[in-house]
């Protein structure tokens, strides 16, 4: 019998269960988010208000991920910064990097440091345009990223709806917001697929091209986060949204919005499109898994009136004949799932797909809606499933212990516990530190599905190969 989510969710007590202290955080830092957010925009450069090693901090967990460079500007804050604070500090840097990068947009996230003074940074940005320095810079887009307030997916989330709060100009009237029939029709759509890897949103690109629709992506950090070698060095690497397709975005035919937790937010970039702009919005589970695939493919049929293309369909059917093959070596087994909350709920609506039971959903997230989205996505789990919320890796390690996984997937900060239970880990999301290619894994799509599943159950052959005694070679 499959019980209600509410009797086996510890869920609810988050904020007591955990307090703030963390041992080995299952969540980064908010900035972070919003410098990969920003790097998304077509000649963009994040800059951060407060102390130099933020900055030295993010670009090394960026590189290390994604293996290119990342060039993260800073007000560098001093002593006296941090007492008196760090307004003339933020103006040279800003004048600084128009004349070092020319950027065609300045991405400025803030820090605890600045958060904690509480600098008041939308003032400065007025100060600072009224000079002939911040009269020569392109528009700068400002958002609030303190890392005691939230998560690098926070961060990452907030700097797309703060793009589209400021790019995209407000109606003149309620009557020019109505939207004609025939300009709607050559209108893009507009996606915001959260924090997917280069590699997904490759795939989101061909998935929509499919389907013949014109598309916006925010952020699109595919080529500037992925691309080919150069011959020459770059300051600001090519590819990326443009700033006039987002300044466009008002006419945008419709818009996409993946995450089930980010589905409970009030305010994002969908709503904002939605509440100001009247685009309809569409607020999707990520398309991880056979389901949460159709329903995003069905939305683009539906919105492009053209049926699912015959490779796509080929695609899925694939995907199901390789379950029915792997059956009987994931059949039941247990995974321990932790990261991003958005991702917990990909994952665990994947593994469900092809019977594999999650036995911890774990986050350093704290929106008290991991639980509603895993019910959701995910119907058929029961009560062997564990779910936390604003958790560390010493909580999951705990709950480990008597949950016995098969194997962990989620990011590789989880390879330390990964080894010392002696299963496998499946690496995925963000960040991956200790192999290459992060910013190639495929999670999306039925190509994602497939991705995953063969790395998972190849992963378990691995292992039950290397435990026999006799070993097989043929299984
Ligand atoms: S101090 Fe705050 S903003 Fe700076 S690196 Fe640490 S968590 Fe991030």
């Known amino acids: 019998m499959i019980a209600p989510v509410e009797s086996f969710s510890k869920v609810g007590d988050g904020e007591e269960a955990y307090p703030n202290a963390a041992t080995n955080a299952c969540k980064l830092c908010n900035p972070l988010g919003a410098c990969l957010a920003f790097r998304g925009v077509k000649g963009a450069i994040p800059f951060l208000h407060g102390s130099q090693g933020c900055a030295t901090y993010i670009r090394r967990y ?19 910064s941090a007492v008196f604070g760090g307004a003339s500090n933020l103006k040279a840097g800003l004048a600084n990097v128009v004349v070092q990068y020319q950027p065609e947009l300045i991405g400025l996230a803030t820090t605890c440091l600045s958060e904690t003074i509480g600098e008041d940074v939308p003032g400065h940005l007025r100060d600072f345009g009224a000079t002939d320095a911040g009269r020569s810079a392109p528009p700068i887009v400002s958002v609030s990223t ?29 009557i020019s917001n109505l939207r004609s029939p025939i300009a709607a029709s050559g209108a893009p759509l ?4 959260g924090m997917a890897s280069p590699a997904d949103l490759r ?3 061909r998935l929509v091209a499919a ?7 925010l952020p699109d950090y595919s080529e500037t986060l992925d691309g080919p070698s150069w011959a ?8 990326g949204t443009p700033v006039a397709a987002i300044r466009a975005l008002g006419q945008a035919r419709g818009a996409v919005e993946f995450g089930r937790v980010l589905a409970g937010a009030a305010h994002t970039a969908a709503t904002v499109l939605a509440t100001r702009h009247a685009v309809p919005a569409h607020r999707l589970g990520t398309p991880m898994g056979l ?11 539906s919105l492009s009136g053209l049926p699912l293309p015959t490779d796509l369909a080929t695609e899925r059917g694939r995907l199901i004949d390789s379950w029915v093959d792997g059956h009987k070596y994931v059949f039941e087994k247990r995974a321990l799932v932790y990261g991003e909350e958005d991702l917990v709920v990909g994952l665990a609506a994947l593994l469900t797909e092809f019977g594999i039971v999650p036995v911890l959903c774990a986050s ?4 008290r809606r991991l639980a509603a989205a895993l019910r959701a996505a995910a119907p058929e789990l029961d009560e062997r499933t564990v779910i936390r919320e604003g958790a560390d890796f010493a909580d999951i390690a705990a709950e480990a212990e008597t949950l016995k996984p098969d194997f962990l997937i989620g990011s590789s900060k989880g390879y330390g516990l990964a080894r010392k239970l002696g299963v496998p880990l499946i690496r995925c999301g963000f960040p991956v530190h200790d192999r290459i290619g992060g910013q190639r894994i495929l999670h999306v799509g039925y190509a994602g599905a497939q991705s995953l599943y063969d790395r998972i159950v190849n992963a378990l052959l691995d292992r039950k190969q290397e435990d026999s005694s006799i070993g097989y070679s043929y299984l």
Do not use: C, W
């Not at 389907?211 to 992506?217: A, E």
């Not at 389901?291 to 049929?301: G, K, N, Q, V, Y």
């Not at 350093?364 to 929106?367: K, L, V």
């Open 364 to 367: 350093g997230g704290r929106s």
């Open 62 to 80: 960026l590189i290390s991920h994604f293996r290119e460079p990342m060039d993260i500007a800073a007000s560098n804050f001093s002593e006296s």
């Open 190 to 193: 507009a996606l915001f697929p």
């Open 291 to 301: 389901r949460e695939t159709d329903r995003f493919l069905d939305l683009l049929a």
């Open 211 to 217: 389907f013949q629709l014109p598309l916006t992506l």
């Open 146 to 174: 303190a890392s005691f307030r939230g998560t690098h997916a926070d961060g990452f989330h907030n700097a797309v709806r703060a793009l589209v709060e400021n790019l995209v100009p407000a109606p003149l009237s309620e």
């Open 203 to 205: 795939e989101l690109k």
């Open 232 to 239: 020459d060095y770059e300051k600001l690497p090519s590819g």
